[in-house]
T-cell receptor
Framework: NAGVTQTPKFRVLKTGQSMTLLCAQD?????MYWYRQDPGMGLRLIHY???????AKGEVPDGYNVSRLKKQNFLLGLESAAPSQTSVYFC?????????????FGPGTRLTVL | GQQVMQIPQYQHVQEGEDFTTYCNSS?????IQWYKQRPGGHPVFLIQ?????EVKKQKRLTFQFGEAKKNSSLHITATQTTDVGTYFC???????????FGKGTSLLVTP
C-alpha cells in the first residue's frame, strides 16, 4: 500500500497563477484533510472532508477551494496564487474522525509563489 | 484555532540527556495525540491519550495526560540522534472531525 501520496512534490508559481494539488489515499479512509505548514506556525487546517462529496472549511480556508469527487482523492485548488500562500502543504487521511483516530500524512508539496 | 500551547519551542541537548516537552490547554481536553516530524519529512503519529492521568510508554518515550486533562507531556530518556525532529501535540477540534495542532517543539540532539 502506498498510503497517502501527493503530487506534485514541488511547484513554483507566479502571483495570479492557478494550480491544483492532488492527494490520493489507498486505505479506504473516509476523512481527508489539507494542512499548510509555515515556520513557527505548526500545522493549520485549510479544509477537510468527512466523506465522498462533502467538504468543510478549516482554520485558514481563504484563497483555497477543495473537491472530493472520489473517496480516495482530495484536491486542493488555488485559483489566484499569492505570495502569502508560499508554504508546505500536507494532505492527511483518517479512518474516522481525526479527533479519535490517528491521521496518516502524505509527504507534502512545497509551493513557492513569486 | 490552536487551543494547545507547547513549550519549549526549541530544545538542544547532548546525546544521552533527557528531554521533555509540554502541551498545555486552558480548557479540558477530550484526548490528546502526539506526532513526530523529522526534518524534511511529514508528521507521523506516535500515540493517543484519552484517560485522566494516563501514562503510556514506547521504549524511551513516556507520554502523560494530566489528571485534569488540561496538559500532557512527552519525555524522552537518554536521547539519541535519531530523536531529532519536531514533536507536536494535537487536540480534538470543536467540530470533532479534525485536530488542532500545537506549534511544536523542535529537538536538536548533538553527539
Amino acid at each position: 500500500n502506498a498510503g497517502v501520496t501527493q503530487t506534485p512534490k514541488f511547484r513554483v508559481l507566479k502571483t495570479g497563477q492557478s494550480m491544483t494539488l492532488l492527494c490520493a489515499q489507498d486505505m479506504n479512509h473516509e476523512y481527508m484533510y489539507w494542512y499548510r505548514q509555515d515556520p513557527g506556525m505548526g500545522l493549520r487546517l485549510i479544509h477537510y472532508s468527512v466523506g465522498e462529496g462533502t467538504t468543510a472549511k478549516g482554520e485558514v480556508p481563504d484563497g483555497y477551494n477543495v473537491s472530493r469527487l472520489k473517496k480516495q482523492n482530495f484536491l486542493l485548488g488555488l485559483e489566484s496564487a499569492a505570495p502569502s500562500q508560499t508554504s508546505v502543504y500536507f494532505c492527511a487521511s483518517s479512518f474516522s474522525a481525526a479527533g479519535y483516530n490517528e491521521q496518516f500524512f502524505g509527504p507534502g508539496t512545497r509551493l513557492t509563489v513569486l | 484555532g490552536q487551543q494547545v500551547m507547547q513549550i519549549p519551542q526549541y530544545q538542544h541537548v547532548q546525546e544521552g540527556e533527557d528531554f521533555t516537552t509540554y502541551c498545555n490547554s486552558s480548557t479540558t481536553l477530550s484526548n490528546i495525540q502526539w506526532y513526530k516530524q523529522r526534518p524534511g519529512g511529514h508528521p507521523v503519529f506516535l500515540i493517543q491519550l484519552v484517560k485522566s492521568g494516563e501514562v503510556k510508554k514506547q521504549k524511551r518515550l513516556t507520554f502523560q495526560f494530566g489528571e485534569a486533562k488540561k496538559n500532557s507531556s512527552l519525555h524522552i530518556t537518554a536521547t539519541q540522534t535519531t530523536d531529532v525532529g519536531t514533536y507536536f501535540c494535537a487536540e480534538n477540534s470543536n467540530s470533532g472531525y479534525a485536530l488542532n495542532f500545537g506549534k511544536g517543539t523542535s529537538l536538536l540532539v548533538t553527539p
